[in-house]
């Protein structure tokens, strides 16, 4: 093949490459010179995650041909440190907590060096502008945009100064990311980035129609073309996998249940070749009837998606499906007398509510590493959120015994939920034996992000609400239709776990509620950030605006009213304590932030410019850990010989932040300084100690506990030593800045370092021995729902939160835009508030997108927004002007430090407080999402008759 | 595309004689954010990439002495909105050229590239085909000129035949009595693709209004001018209407994934309804009102 010589400054240095003319000076940069910053996040160059500069501009290395930078100047992530100093840019990232995932931050930083290289002072605007082609699904943007601010304001005062490191005691405070340094220096390897000798790459061939009998499946071209390996169909592959219903194939068995499932896959030498050779394989579809929504998969005589659910298997005594229908799952919850409770109401209303599927969009695309190694090992490297349920559920597909089978986790690009369960390990593991072993590696193009892997679910919510004319609810009748898609293994317990939430955090004495998982012939559904919240939060938090409008009274009182309150029980029967939070106070702070007026009734809209119009509204939300009662976690903490430890967990940090908050944990607990604790970034099945998974905003609180019992148990040994050499009862020791001593003898300290590996007298003789403490936590005290009714205790704790806004809203265009979007949580105690801040800001983003412009568009079944060109999500010029964010600390008694989760949180019911600001602005009510300015403008039009 | 050559020629001639070998497997490279995007789907195979940004009559803007303005076909979007020359004579093309993708697309996408692509949604055409720009192609057989508004074809379909090279857009001298302004309808304010984008002309000597629609049709659909338009705007809501309902006489917009036909309609509607209005109360061609 003709290569061309290229020589080109890269990062100051004369480089000369050869490469062939059809590389991108992405895979060049990656795939030959190994300078991983760059990232690819779409290859289609919307997203900026691979943006580098050549000759000093920003540009999408993914839309650059190598060969045209002969005699350019190219600058990476890589050239932007000095030797191991940080540049301001990169400091300031870290110090403004504008870093999560870290996938996209290379790319951002790029761009703002682009921006500072070229204008000495510029505004917020040009900031914005500057970094708007680069998309970040973690941050919100608003760090991103204060971080470059600072640097650019510091410009006259003397250059941009670091923030000062936080001391101890570090719970509460703002200590700064662990993994920033990897981040922002483009250090930090993802398995995108990861390459193992001896590897083939792997892509596949999807399915293009939405339900159909494959009657012919032709690979034989596909075996002959060169550089090929193995061609895989399901043909052979009669394994079934999913987490709590195992219902999908590994590839298409003769049954297509959605459009973009794979049918089959090649491993070959290169992903071009991978790729042409799934381009020859020839597929013949017999189509059969598809069911495209819930109305029609639950109408009588449907076609079935899955004609067989008797004969799978799935969580007994948790999930009911009913064979014969398309129903996975079936939840009831039943509280109360429904009749009695409607016969009470003097006004009774009924509502429907939908929400369309949507994707998590993390930066990362589903990637995975695995090599069926000689004697039946596998080693696996993957971007997943759980190695110990990626193990435990490939070793149940596969039956083999889980030792044998080795889960690495290093850096992961954003989850959002997407990356629990199991997802592409399977494929890659039986395409590895196919080749004889060789490692294969197959990444997720953007496309299959959206059309293979899975995403949040549809609902469907039919919403009937008995209210006395005071204000009291007094019956609550809920049916949720679940668009589960075309599996639902994940989907069922989302259906589950929104039941018992599903009436809002409100007294409700009488209620019926039915959640029912649906196939049907679409994407598959699988947890999501909030796991059902969002969606059932829309329909109920909108219907709480509807009927405290329709009887009169103010919608803030009218959620008071019916609140959660100690003493009072929610739709499961789980007593509300003094414990589980302060809700009430949520909402007070986020009224007050926005200037709500509960005298009002309603918030009357303000015109502000002709065809503008402002006005607020509120909502709340609640959310608990959606897990099986039995969930596990567990820390390891070991010590070095200089008295540093390190902290073994297999909970994934993914961009959440939470092991910078297990290491001020584990350095308070240790009494040490927060720069001698670290936490390892891979987790891996074989050296860390088990974690269930890193869903649920979990693994803060069983995470934390673990850490404190593995520190406390250091501690321990740590002192039992020590009293053998102060001879003082280990009750008088006091540890204390990496030091033992007795009690009021402040003169005789013993440094940990010379404890941890086991004390030597001067005479030589030696005591104790390495110090390894270990913590676990289990979940405690649950129960299953009951079958019928749904009483029980599925909750580990509750978050309670409100969302409090401001929206303008153009009436020619009907784009709605955030001026103002005040949070409050209670999070029983915030253990890092940089954190906390940052992630609600990201959330909030997140759910904005939500709200206003995400939703898959379907055609015949067939996904037709499958890529950033016509999926949108939020930019850094699509952010509330201002987000505040308010805390309430409530202690949870089994909390660490009282702590509760907060990371899905944020992003619910963002979507509820927009849809009733709009509603207060323009007197019209949406009901289903998202309110993009399409469905806005006609909705108006619509009422005004034209 | 794995055998694919490179070429990088320096001269238009050179230019087009590699183009001519092959026309059929034979592309032109200028930014490539449109081409990168065909090659990887699958739908362009090519064998040469022939990359025209060596050629120094393509890359450079240019005043002509008769007051005509030459922008090479390989000039970036960048160098177009950032020229405050162009800006201040030529506003609709200069914020057509800043509304196109991100920073980092319009940093490499180029004028010759967006019109070649022609997609129904390009966000240059409308202020091009107002300003009655040429388009000097180069070929086998030499030279020619074309004007934009015979250029456009069909979605995606322009008049270039095979082999030949688009080397320069020329805008013709126009009075500072003649002043333009460009918007455009988005799902983000970040970027988009045009689910409407529109351009207006005012001649404020001939009392003239015309009106370039993008996303509504095939291609890029201009009006024929509305008269006896005072440009102090004493008429204004009775031109207005005119040019609205000129406009509509034209378009054809479909539902798609991006919009719903008569969200396009309406869109259209209210883009040249701000344009209008925006022009005539500025009074003059400069200036930006959002």
Excluded at chain 1, 273 to 300: F, R, S
Excluded at chain 1, 786 to 806: I, R, S
Excluded at chain 2, 198 to 216: E, F, K, N, Q
Aim: hydrophobic share 40%; glycine share 10%; aromatic share 6%.
């Amino acid at each position: 093949m003709m290569k061309h010589l290229v020589t080109l400054t890269l990062n100051g240095q004369k480089t000369t490459l050869e490469v062939e003319p059809h590389r991108t000076l992405l895979s060049v940069l990656k795939g030959d010179l190994h300078l991983d910053g760059a990232k690819e996040g779409c290859g289609i160059g919307e997203c900026g995650a691979c943006t580098v500069l050549l000759n000093g501009e920003p540009v999408n290395g993914c839309l650059v041909f190598a060969v045209e930078c002969d005699g350019a100047t190219v600058d990476t992530i890589e050239g932007e440190a000095d030797d191991d100093t940080l540049s301001a840019l990169q400091q300031a990232f870290i110090d403004h907590g504008a870093v999560q995932c870290g996938f996209c931050t290379p790319g951002m930083i790029n761009s703002a060096r682009a921006l500072l290289a070229t204008n000495e002072s510029p505004t917020r605007e040009d900031i914005v502008e500057a970094v708007s082609g680069n998309y970040c699904r973690c941050t919100g943007y608003q760090p991103i945009i204060d971080a470059i601010e600072a640097v650019a304001r510091a410009r006259d005062h003397g250059g941009y100064k670091t923030t000062p490191v936080p001391a101890a005691p570090y719970v509460g405070g703002p200590t700064k990311r662990i993994d920033g340094y990897d981040k922002v220096t483009g250090s930090a390897s993802f398995v995108h980035d990861m390459v193992v000798p001896n590897m083939l790459h792997a892509r596949m061939k999807l399915a293009s129609v939405a339900s159909a009998r494959i009657v012919k499946l032709d690979v034989a071209k596909a075996e002959s073309m060169p550089g090929v390996r193995a061609v895989l169909t399901g043909a052979t592959l009669t394994q079934k996998l999913g987490l709590y219903m195992q219902d999908k194939d590994i590839l298409v068995r003769d049954r297509v249940r959605h459009q973009g499932e794979a049918v089959a896959a090649v491993a070959a030498d290169t992903v071009d070749q991978a790729k042409a050779a799934c381009d020859a394989i020839e597929v013949v579809y017999e189509p059969l009837p598809a069911v495209l929504d819930v109305q029609e998969a639950t109408a009588p005589n449907a076609p079935l998606v899955h004609p067989d659910i008797a004969g799978y298997s799935w969580m007994k005594g948790v999930f009911f499906p009913e064979p014969g229908t398309n129903i996975a799952h079936h939840q009831k919850i039943r509280k109360g007398d429904i009749e009695k409770g409607f016969a009470q109401a003097d006004r009774v209303f009924e509502h429907q509510f939908t929400n369309p599927p949507v994707q998590h969009v993390p930066m990362e695309t589903h990637t995975a590493i695995v090599r069926a190694k000689p004697g039946g090992a596998v080693d696996i490297i993957t971007s997943a959120q759980s190695p110990f349920t990626v193990q435990y559920l490939f070793c149940h597909t596969f039956q083999l015994p889980l030792n044998k089978v080795r889960v690495q986790v290093p850096y992961v690009g954003g989850g959002f939920g997407g990356k629990a369960g199991v997802h592409l390990e399977p494929l890659v593991y039986c395409l590895s034996k196919a080749t004889g072993g060789r490692p294969v590696k197959l990444v997720a193009t953007r496309e299959e992000e959206f059309n293979t892997l899975p995403s949040r679910q549809g609902l469907t919510s039919r919403i009937k609400t008995g209210v006395t004319k005071d204000g009291k609810i007094t019956a609550l009748e809920i049916t949720y239709l679940w668009d589960a898609g075309a599996y639902a293994d994940y989907g069922v317990n989302v259906g589950r776990a929104a039941a018992y939430s599903g009436a809002g955090p409100y007294v409700v004495p009488n209620c019926k509620l039915d959640s029912k998982v649906v196939y049907t012939n679409k994407i598959y559904g699988t947890a999501y950030r909030g796991f059902g919240h969002l969606e059932v939060l829309w329909g109920i938090e909108r219907n709480m605006d509807l009927v405290a409008r329709a009887i009169g009274i103010d919608p803030m009182e009218f959620r008071r009213k019916n609140l959660l309150r100690p003493g009072k029980q929610t739709i499961t029967g789980e007593l509300f304590t003094e414990h589980h939070g302060r809700p009430e106070e949520c909402l007070r702070l986020v009224a007050q932030a926005i200037g709500w007026d509960p005298k009002s009734r309603v918030d009357r809209p303000v015109k502000v410019a002709s065809g503008k119009v402002r006005a607020k509204g509120l909502a709340m939300l609640h959310k608990a850990p959606a897990m099986p009662v039995f969930t596990s976690c567990s820390a390891v903490i070991k010590f070095s010989g200089d008295g540093s430890a390190t902290v073994l967990v297999s909970g994934i940090d993914y961009g959440q932040g939470t092991y910078t908050t297990l290491a001020q944990i584990a350095a308070d607990e240790l009494k040490l300084p927060i720069d001698k604790i670290h936490v390892p970034w891979d987790s891996d099945t074989d050296y860390t100690p088990y974690d269930w998974q890193t869903v649920a905003s979990r693994f803060a609180v069983m995470g934390g506990n673990a850490v404190i019992q593995a520190a406390r148990d250091c501690l321990d040994q740590i002192r039992k030593t020590a009293s053998q050499v102060l001879h003082a009862p280990v009750e008088q020791l006091v540890c204390e800045s990496g030091t033992v001593y007795v009690k009021g003898k402040l003169g005789q300290t013993l440094a940990y370092k010379d404890l941890v590996l086991g004390y030597s007298f001067p005479n030589g003789n030696s005591i104790g021995g390495p110090v390894i403490g270990h913590g676990r936590y289990i979940a405690q005290g649950l129960t299953h729902l009951d079958p019928a009714t749904g009483q029980g205790l599925p909750a580990l704790n509750w978050t309670y939160g409100a969302h409090g806004v401001e929206i303008e809203v153009d009436t020619d265009t009907g784009e709605i835009h955030v001026v103002k979007l005040a949070s409050a949580f209670d999070p029983g105690k915030v253990l890092n508030i940089q954190q906390c801040r940052t992630q609600v800001i990201g959330g909030v983003v997140q759910g904005l997108g939500s709200a206003v412009l995400e939703k898959f568009v379907f055609d015949k079944g067939r996904l037709v927004n499958n890529s950033f060109s016509d999926y949108k999500i939020p930019t850094a010029k699509d952010i509330p002007d201002s987000m505040e964010q308010f805390f309430v600390e409530t202690p949870h008694p089994q909390g660490p430090y009282g702590a509760r989760g907060i990371a899905e949180h944020p992003m619910i019911s963002v979507p509820s407080a927009i849809g009733n600001a709009l509603a207060n602005a323009t007197g019209v009510d949406l009901f289903e999402l998202p309110l993009d300015a399409e469905k806005v403008y006609l909705a108006l039009k619509r009422r005004k008759g034209v | 595309m794995t055998h694919t050559l490179y070429e990088r020629p320096t001269t238009v001639s050179q230019a087009v004689s590699l183009l001519s070998k092959a026309p059929d497997r034979t592309v032109v490279l200028a930014g490539g954010t449109d081409l990168m995007l065909k090659i990887r789907s699958g739908t362009l195979h090519p064998d040469l990439l022939v990359d025209v940004k060596s050629i120094p009559e393509l890359t450079r803007i240019q005043w002509l002495p008769d007051g005509e303005l030459a922008i090479g076909a390989a000039v970036t979007m960048c160098q177009i909105y950032r020229n405050p020359e162009i800006k201040e004579r030529y506003p609709a093309l200069s914020e057509g050229a800043e509304a196109v993708g991100s920073l980092q697309i319009r940093h490499r996408a180029t004028v010759g590239g967006n019109i070649c692509n022609a997609s129904p949604c390009m966000d240059t055409a409308p202020g091009l085909l107002l300003l009655g720009a040429k388009v000097i192609v180069a070929g086998p057989g030499g030279q020619k000129t074309l004007s934009i508004s015979d250029f456009f074809v069909g979605v995606k379909k322009t008049r270039l035949a095979a082999g030949e090279l688009v080397c320069e857009i020329r805008i013709p001298a126009t009075s500072r009595a003649f002043s333009t302004a460009f918007d455009k309808i988005k799902r983000v304010r970040g970027h988009d693709l045009a689910l409407v984008n529109a351009a207006v002309a005012l001649d404020r000597i001939a009392g003239t209004i015309r009106v370039a629609v993008g996303s509504c049709g095939a291609t890029t659909i201009i009006t024929d001018p509305v008269t006896d338009v005072d440009p102090a705007g004493s008429n204004e809501e009775i031109v207005t209407e005119r040019v609205i309902r000129t406009l509509l006489t034209k378009i054809c917009p479909i539902d798609d994934v991006r919009s719903s036909a008569e969200y396009r309609r309406d869109m259209a509607e209210l883009l040249c309804r701000r344009l209008v209005k925006r022009l005539i109360s500025e009074g003059s061609c400069c200036g930006r009102i959002h």
